[in-house]
């Protein structure tokens, strides 16, 4: 209790309170700009936490690390390039919000669960650190490669009309993530001499390729009448939608918490994760993917009780778990905090001090949150052929400044192609996204175990976790196929009362 | 436009078709070729090919079924038949051909020119391309957005953005 008391008075300052008012808007304005992360900006503001306090410093990192976080969804609304690949799930029904003309609607909701998932988050941070972190600890490559391939069963609820279609557009992008050293022995795959290619296809410039680059060249092949691109932001969102999208919002933060606890797996398989969980429970899983704010409502939720989460391994144990996470390492080591189990028997009261900010900064995002958005909502304002050529430069830049690597910008260019090419054949994006960013975890963590195992396959078995997880899959991928046959039947059913539309 | 059932029923089978064709490529000449250590050890348990040969293989299966299942059953009528409203087909090509050399010429115009003035060129051939003829709108905004980007970038984020022979 004295460690409690002592760490409030730590934390009762004003620069205290500014560096994490500061953090977040930085972390905002990074967060909301597609190409520009977290992590650089936590790299970028290290050096001026040199005159900090150690307890400024950690908040002011903590601030950028959560704004970036939730900003990720305004350009994944906006103008759908997700500002983080976090965000991914976000845009697929905060996009079609936007081109309703109800932006603002889906902005909100973004904003409001975010904020109650970061709030969810840094309770579990607080009250939990230490229990959830010895759960995490638990996890070996068998028990990893089994969340993984739950995680791929998502693929089953985002594959769209045809499951059949889904399922190759996962192997798709499992085969590209595939592309680059294998990540066991070093032999090269499909690199074909090229070094670029050696560590892979970049994510983030098939990202924004992927979904930013698609929208500018359907735009001039359109070329769509009519400048302006609709209303601004429409209605707000309203009392009872919010508390319809609460069940939704305190699940994906559960499932936020749980995977930002364990090591490596991270914001974007939590927020697919949260969608699909989402969409499954939802009476009404058909509105999915066309606007659904529930689904935004279950992806920023996601990804935000990610954030907090993710300090857990961190400051209990020392493990990074994610790269802004390691990237967070480098401000407790300038101002000499070794971060581990010794972390709260040292420091004490600086580990309280920390924790009462980071409850400030659910506070933070709230204001600045609704601050910023109300800036950010007038992009919406922009005629479409001046925010297009716009998008295009951001695009450019933002995949340049990633690794500042020109290659980096034809990988973009030809994954807008292929996104251009798989929306037109009507194969969809997310399967081949959720398999591409999931695959090396999946692979590395298969072939680990079997050469750990040499060849004895009991070991996929043998934990309670690994068969929790195998009765999971089990059970996602019978009700993914399921529904998928459910939705068929109900469409055929549709269609012949409308003959005229009939296969 | 909508397409009538017939039409998208071979649309989407000649799509998993495609499918089919390419794992198929992938299994004969993609892995054997763009996997060197394939012809050293095969496909024993820890080879490097034996992943992305069972992915392949499950590729293919499931393009078969997803060619089955659109020669068979039902097939959700697209209300896209993948051209441009009420363009014509050349007018298309001409158009995604424009795109291309747009994308090209700026890949290729960012490190000669800098990343500011290349970005302006692009920015004002799109611009102009996508109808503006207000010459205070054209000049405001093919002034303004690149060089506000470029600061945003280069100068507040500290990206060390192509600078071409400009000396800025």
Known sequence: MQEILNGLDLFLSMQNVLAIVAGMFIGIVIGAIPGLSSSMGIALALPFTYGMNPISAILLVVGIYKGGMFAGSISAILIRTPGTPGNICTLLDGWPLSQKGQSRKALDIALYSSVVADLASNLALILFAAMIASFALQFGPAEYFWLMTFSLTIVTSVAGDSLFKGLVSAMLGLLLATVGLDLIYGNP??????????????????????????????????????????????????????????????????????????????????????????????????????????????????????????????????????VVTAVMIGAFLIHGLSIGPSLFQTQGDTVYAIFFGIMLSSIAMLILGMLSMRLFARISDIPRHILMPGLLIFCVFGTYAIQNSHFDILVMFAAGFLGFFMMKID???????????????????LRRTILVSHGDYSVFFNSYICWFFTALTVLSVGYGVLSSRRSRSSAEANVEGNPGHSA | MVMDAASQKRRQTTIAAGFTLFFLAMLVVGIPFGIPSYAKQGLSLTSSALYPYVITIAGLVFSILAVIEARTGFVAVSSDDGSADSLSAPSILARFSLVVIVFAAFYLLLIPLGALLSSALVFGFLVIFGGERRPLVLVATIIGVPVITYILFAKLAAVPLPRGDLPF
């Not at chain 1, 699940?251 to 699909?276: D, E, H, K, W």
């Not at chain 1, 194969?427 to 963590?445: C, H, K, R, T």
């Open chain 1, 427 to 445: 194969l969809p994006v997310p399967p081949f996204l959720i398999a591409f960013v999931l695959g090396p975890s999946f692979e590395d963590n």
């Open chain 1, 189 to 322: 795959r499909f690199t074909f001499g090229m070094l670029e290619f050696s560590g892979g296809v970049s994510f983030v410039p098939l990202l924004i390729g992927l979904f930013a680059i698609p929208e500018v060249i359907d735009f001039y092949l359109r070329k769509q009448s009519g400048l302006v691109h609709g209303s601004r932001s429409g209605s707000a969102l309203t009392w009872a939608e919010f508390r319809s999208c609460l069940p939704t919002i305190f699940r994906s933060s559960a499932i936020g918490v749980g995977i930002g606890a364990i090591p490596g797996v991270g914001a974007t398989a939590a927020s697919f994760l949260s969608y699909s969980m989402a969409k499954r429970s939802s009476k009404h899983p058909e509105t999915y993917g066309k606007g659904e704010i529930d689904g935004v409502a279950a992806a920023e939720a996601g990804n935000n009780a990610v954030a907090g989460a993710t300090l857990i391994p961190l400051l209990a144990l020392g493990i990074p778990g994610d």
